[in-house]
């Protein structure tokens, strides 16, 4: 038993068993929590396969479009000017990363305001894992799942609607992309769903948020047919290093732009992670002295 | 031996935006909006000894769950101190969160699609538990609870009474020295009720478990806890020992007397007839003004007597009155009347 002192007069009171808890540092919880939650997401199928169904639509309406558009069949010889959105093939795979990106997100910021309205948000304090990174760790195993089920139907679909394979090292390096871009997009929609605590509604912001993701991040046209100003614009926005940055690596873009897309995703992590450090500490407070 | 939970003057102030009447005044409260103070808990002091079962017992709106939230560590209070096994619960919330369990009624841990042994898994991770240790603490609760045939199946598929004691075996599964309970046996049938109570009666004597239980239900107060503390208007109004509470605030016996002959004439101070059917007579009795022997004796000269039961009216009218006697006190506190006899 520890000596009483005046902040605790009695002093701890001493475990029955006389084990104390060993406290593990680390993600081992976390993952344990994510693996969970992809377990659970398996388990509603009929929301999984409504997402596939989604996707596939979408891909063969803009795929068509494309195709009248730019007056080219997918597997037909290049025009002139093959470079990035000048191919129909290139669309359809532009837009099969984009898409997967954003349809792998889970809606947590949904998730987080209805704990912040039922008053889950101050009960979860009294267990032993942060609320924000529990949450994190369940919205990525969600994500994992649907990167899994989504990336494999991408793949099939963007072949049946006639697109040539990208070049070899194209695609792995999109999908190293993509998986990151999820996971900072998570940072940013777990960002959102807090900022119900002081605008009561978040839908307002997330749609904000998709609203710029469709226009400055290029999820159906690709940045490079922007013209200059707005394209330059949209480059210093993490919107486009979420989903244009990812989506023209498929389409075999140089090593600086592989490399650049991957930093410019770390940096805007790192500055998403940090605000949602200090946006859950503004929140506990909020939480522990105002009431869940 | 170390006090399980000790508060002292426990005070918690909300600060909330009065909502405007009319269109003029919603309009102006945008700019202008004005702010009144409401007091949740005034003062509130307890000390609950390990192992002991105490009922935190109070009307809606009475402070119960602020001060539990404040004791778990999940709210600040405004004023006023607390130790929970040694631990000042908002500084220590982490620690802390280690040898408490929660229940809370309305709200699940477990993972709605998924079997409860899912879950069970999970908060072992969370709670750092070693794996072998976890294993066999879950076999052990579950064994108590009879969940062994449930807890295969998704959550989902449970029944309330079921799920409700998958919940309580996911807050014990840390070994936690203290329980907090918040109704946990709201919506439930009256089977549920009672296979829930005897376990938590059961684990607590067992393991010496402290338990702070709120309900609104007082047969969950009768049948798992030893002492009751009646919390009203933030303050508390009653501390004492279930027996304790019967000796001092029952000032009133139900007694039913069976007789040979089919009706029996009485009219005595103090007495008044609840149910009179052929052979049979119910009578409400003020102890403060006649004794349960005078009644029988005054019974017993003008009839026969077959069969005799004297027992308490039920715990709910206690606290009903109770209940009413604060709501007086405050209205006539009010009025600037004093009032002797209803504080704590």
């Given at each position: 038993m520890s000596a009483p002192n005046m902040e605790h007069p009695l002093g701890p009171c001493p475990r029955r068993s006389g084990d104390p808890v060993r406290r593990r540092r680390g993600l081992g919880k976390h993952f344990a929590i994510a693996r969970l939650a992809a377990r659970q997401r398996l388990e509603e199928r009929a929301v999984l396969w409504g997402r596939v169904l989604f996707y596939f639509i979408?891909?063969?309406?803009?795929?068509?479009?494309?195709?009248?558009?730019?007056?080219?069949?997918?597997?037909?010889?290049?025009?002139?000017?093959?470079?990035?959105?000048?191919?129909p093939s290139h669309y359809i795979w532009y837009l099969a990363i984009t898409e997967w990106i954003m349809l792998s997100q889970p809606l947590l910021h949904l998730d987080i305001?209805?704990?912040?309205?039922?008053?889950?948000?101050?009960?979860?304090?009294?267990?032993?894992?942060?609320?924000?990174?529990?949450?994190?760790?369940?919205?990525?195993?969600?994500?994992?799942?649907?990167?899994?089920?989504?990336?494999?139907?991408?793949?099939?679909?963007?072949?049946?609607?006639?697109?040539?394979?990208?070049?070899?090292?194209?695609?792995?390096?999109?999908?190293?992309?993509?998986?990151?871009?999820?996971?900072?997009?998570?940072?940013?929609?777990?960002?959102?769903?807090?900022?119900?605590?002081?605008?009561?509604?978040?839908?307002?912001?997330?749609?904000?948020?998709?609203?710029?993701?469709?226009?400055?991040?290029?999820?159906?046209?690709?940045?490079?047919?922007?013209?200059?100003?707005?394209?330059?614009?949209?480059?210093?926005?993490?919107f486009a290093a979420l989903l244009f940055g990812p989506a023209e690596l498929v389409l075999g873009a140089p090593p600086e732009r592989v490399l650049g897309c991957m930093l410019r995703l770390a940096c805007w992590g790192a500055l998403f992670a940090l605000m949602l450090v200090g946006l859950e500490r503004r929140a506990s407070r909020i939480v522990t002295v105002h009431g869940g | 031996?170390?006090?399980?939970?000790?508060?002292?003057?426990?005070?918690?102030?909300?600060?909330?935006?009065?909502?405007?009447?009319?269109?003029?005044?919603?309009?102006?409260?945008?700019?202008?909006?004005?702010?009144?103070?409401?007091?949740?808990?005034?003062?509130?002091?307890?000390?609950?000894e390990p192992g002991e079962r105490v009922a935190f017992v109070g009307p809606n709106g009475a402070g119960k769950s602020t001060t539990i939230k404040m004791l778990s560590g999940i709210l600040h209070p405004s004023s006023g101190s607390a130790s929970v096994l040694?631990?000042?619960?908002?500084?220590e919330r982490r620690e802390l969160a280690y040898r408490i369990g929660t229940v809370f009624g309305q709200r699940s841990?477990?993972?709605?699609?998924?079997?409860?042994?899912?879950?069970?898994?999970?908060?072992?991770?969370?709670?750092?538990?070693?794996?072998?240790?976890?294993?066999?603490?879950?076999?052990?609760?579950?064994?108590?609870?009879?969940?062994a045939q449930d807890i295969e199946k998704p959550v989902r598929e449970l029944s309330l009474g079921q799920r409700m004691r998958c919940e309580i075996v996911a807050s014990l599964l840390h070994d936690p020295d203290l329980v907090f309970l918040d109704e946990p046996t709201i919506g439930l049938d009256v089977t549920a009720k009672a296979a829930i109570r005897s376990v938590l009666l059961e684990q607590s004597r067992q393991d010496g478990k402290t338990l702070l239980f709120t309900s609104?239900?007082?047969?969950?107060?009768?049948?798992?806890?030893?002492?009751?503390?009646?919390?009203?208007?933030?303050?508390?109004?009653?501390?004492?020992?279930?027996?304790?509470?019967?000796?001092?605030?029952?000032?009133?016996?139900?007694?039913?007397?069976?007789?040979?002959?089919?009706?029996?004439?009485?009219?005595l101070a103090g007495t008044r007839v609840v149910a009179c059917e052929?052979?049979?007579?119910?009578?409400?009795?003020?102890?403060?003004?006649?004794?349960?022997?005078?009644?029988?004796?005054?019974?017993?000269?003008?009839?026969?007597?077959?069969?005799?039961?004297?027992?308490?009216?039920p715990m709910e009218d206690v606290i009903r009155e109770l209940y009413g006697r604060a709501r007086n006190f405050s209205a006539q506190r009010a009025l600037g009347a004093p009032t002797p006899g209803a504080g704590p």
């Open positions: 979408i891909l063969l309406v803009f795929a068509r479009l494309w195709e009248a558009l730019l007056g080219a069949k997918p597997g037909s010889a290049p025009p002139d000017d093959a470079s990035l959105g000048q191919r305001e209805a704990d912040i309205r039922a008053g889950a948000v101050g009960h979860s304090l009294s267990r032993p894992v942060s609320y924000v990174a529990g949450k994190l760790a369940e919205a990525w195993g969600e994500v994992a799942v649907r990167l899994v089920l989504l990336g494999a139907s991408g793949l099939i679909f963007a072949r049946l609607l006639g697109a040539e394979w990208p070049e070899p090292s194209a695609l792995p390096l999109a999908a190293l992309g993509g998986v990151l871009a999820s996971m900072v997009m998570t940072l940013a929609l777990a960002a959102i769903g807090l900022s119900a605590l002081w605008v009561t509604d978040s839908t307002s912001v997330y749609l904000l948020w998709q609203k710029a993701c469709f226009v400055l991040g290029g999820l159906m046209l690709p940045l490079s047919i922007y013209p200059p100003w707005l394209r330059s614009i949209a480059e210093w926005s993490p | 031996m170390t006090t399980a939970i000790e508060a002292r003057q426990l005070c918690k102030h909300f600060t909330s935006r009065r909502r405007a009447t009319g269109l003029g005044a919603a309009f102006r409260q945008l700019w202008a909006p004005v702010y009144h103070e409401h007091v949740a808990v005034d003062g509130v002091s307890f000390r609950i040694g631990h000042t619960p908002w500084r841990q477990l993972w709605y699609h998924l079997p409860a042994a899912d879950s069970f898994e999970l908060l072992g991770r969370i709670y750092d538990r070693e794996r072998h240790e976890h294993r066999q603490r879950q076999s052990e609760l579950v064994e108590r609870f009879a969940l609104h239900d007082t047969g969950d107060m009768e049948s798992v806890c030893e002492r009751v503390i009646i919390i009203h208007h933030g303050r508390v109004l009653v501390d004492q020992s279930l027996a304790e509470l019967r000796r001092t605030h029952l000032r009133r016996k139900l007694l039913v007397l069976h007789t040979v002959e089919p009706a029996v004439p009485l009219t052929p052979h049979r007579l119910e009578l409400e009795l003020d102890l403060d003004r006649v004794a349960v022997e005078q009644v029988v004796q005054l019974v017993m000269a003008r009839a026969r007597l077959r069969d005799l039961t004297v027992s308490d009216p």
